[in-house]
């Protein structure tokens, strides 16, 4: 790739180029942020021009955009796909948090952007922040219909608030990321999984024992 | 103030002056992050020049330092210390997370350093970061030591994990600022609450109706 030939933008070629550059993005919004990504730090990495770069995505906030949706992407694929392997209910429910959490522990050298991007995208609204909070909504509503899948196959009681309870799982997770990676806890990330378990065992229906 | 009047550093004066400079330091770090803190801005609105403004610090660092320490003063202020006039034990933990749920529920507009600092700094190793986890890790260990002492106190079960519950704690306060301040979620703070309340519910010894 040299800037003498500009990709074209819907050649097989150009979508190559266009992913390699978002694939660049997601490591550089990993590491400084969504809004530390520049259009001409991306061009120094990819061996492009500017305007190679600009072409694939016609403004900045198109880019991070893009960003968003492939951690979206990798986030699906790595956490909630696998898991659907898993029968309904309760085993599924425990393998999306364990994935959750494996995934959290990586996160714990490269970031996340789902937690870095609420911090830098909280207080300003645009399409940016919508991609941000809706690409989370989707993942929380996930979680919260394995939660009620877990009531509805018996495996949890019937009086079980989906939504309080995938909020309790949340915090488990925004508490390993910080106290794991702000605090260099290594204690976090067993507290976080017996914090789940204890969390399930509150909840089990009579019956349960799994 | 103005500029042809420089502070003079170690009179009553020059400390009203720097504790001036901090207070509107930390309102434009809760707004744009310890990294948005610049000289020339408080400059600005102190109407001080910036000459003026570093005599008192000696350095940006310094400065989002000093932010740190008046950030940690006022949770303690707010958080902590109106805690001590309840009994030891469960109600004193109680109003100490009431009390951090009033202050996360202020910062739902105004952000909270605690937070976005993390994410800032949790890959810049240096004297703000440990500030800040400095910071952090003294409020960690008091609430740890009031879960504590609501086991010697016999309100809470003598085989309670401090450690644990208050990483639990934590994730609670994590997933509220989280979703209601990135979400928009008006059920966060009740959620929050009954999250709280379930937990201590889980650990009461057996004689406590508390």
Redesign the interface.
């Known amino acids: 790739m040299n800037t003498s030939n500009p990709p074209i933008r819907h050649s097989a070629k150009g979508q190559q180029t266009k992913a390699a550059i978002v694939d660049a993005a997601l490591v550089l919004a990993t ?1 400084l ?1 969504l809004e530390g990504l520049s259009i001409g730090a991306l061009a120094d990495i990819m061996r492009m021009s500017k305007s190679g770069v600009f072409a694939h995505f016609g403004s900045r906030e198109e880019l991070q955009i893009s960003v968003v949706r492939e951690f979206h992407n990798r986030f699906e694929q790595e956490v909630f796909f696998p898991a659907l392997r898993c029968p309904r209910g309760l085993p599924r429910l425990r393998q999306l948090f364990e994935n959750w959490v494996r995934r959290t522990s990586v996160e714990i050298d490269s ?1 996340c952007i789902y ?2 991007g ?6 300003r609204p645009g399409p940016v922040r919508d991609a941000l ?1 809706g690409s ?2 989707i993942w ?1 509503g996930a979680l919260r219909r394995a939660v009620s899948q877990a009531v509805d196959e018996g495996h949890l009681r019937s009086d079980v ?1 989906a ?2 309870l995938s ?2 799982i ?6 390993l990321h ?2 794991a ?4 806890s290594d ?2 990330l067993p ?2 999984r ?2 789940f378990e ?1 969390l399930m065992q ?1 909840h089990l229906a009579q019956a349960q024992t799994v």
């Open positions: 590491q942020g970031g937690i870095s609420a911090v830098e995208f909280d207080d909070a989370v909504e929380m608030d939504a309080l909020f309790e949340h915090g488990l997770i925004l508490a910080y106290e990676r702000f605090l260099n204690q976090a507290r976080a017996r914090g204890r509150a």
